[in-house]
């Protein structure tokens, strides 16, 4: 590790928690073994099991972990807004802590900023050029037939409301 005053890691994960006690560890494990990565911080939001001992733990075990707790349940984006603060890498990337996406993909997502080819890369599970799970297939059908169920609904409450102004 460079130990010059100007060293910045390249890759920060932001990890946020919320009664992660059961996959917090092995989300953990599977991200100190992904290439590049310079630091993991986890926030978390405040949990009520044992995601906040766990997450000490960890960052008692291994110097890249970094952790901050919320004094009470906060929310996803707060809990992000924390951890961005907290990074000093040169790619920021999110890592949900309850194992739905896999750390091993996360060189294929910043390849194209580390290879000069991006400044930023937004991820999609429906915009998926691999192979990729029958899940998120399904998870699109049901977002498009909610969609089209309620958004005439949606409409129709808006002009109620916009006509009581």
């Known amino acids: 590790m460079n130990t010059s005053a100007d060293y910045r890691p390249l890759l920060s994960i932001v990890v946020p928690a919320y009664n ?3 996959t917090l560890a092995e989300i953990t494990a599977r991200l100190l073994a992904v290439p590049n990565v310079g630091e993991i911080v986890i926030v978390d939001d ?6 906040a001992a766990i997450a000490d733990r960890l960052a008692a075990e291994h110097p890249a972990i970094k952790v901050s707790h919320h004094p009470a349940n906060r929310g996803k984006t707060e809990a992000l807004k924390t951890g961005f603060s907290m990074t000093t890498g040169q790619i920021v ?5 309850d194992l739905e996406y896999d750390p ?10 580390v290879e000069g080819y991006a400044d930023v890369v937004y991820g999609s599970r429906f915009l ?3 192979a990729s799970r029958v ?11 909610l ?4 958004k005439p609904v949606h409409e129709h409450q808006h002009d109620r409301c916009r ?3």
């Open 20 to 22: 992660e006690e059961a």
């Open 163 to 165: 006509n009581l102004l």
């Open 46 to 51: 405040c949990s009520t099991d044992g995601t």
């Open 147 to 150: 969609t089209f169920f309620f």
């Open 104 to 113: 091993a993909e996360i060189g294929d997502v910043i390849a194209p900023i």
């Open 93 to 97: 990337i999110v890592q949900d802590a």
């Open 135 to 145: 899940l998120y297939f399904y998870h699109y059908l049901a977002n498009k037939g």
């Open 128 to 130: 998926v050029r691999k």
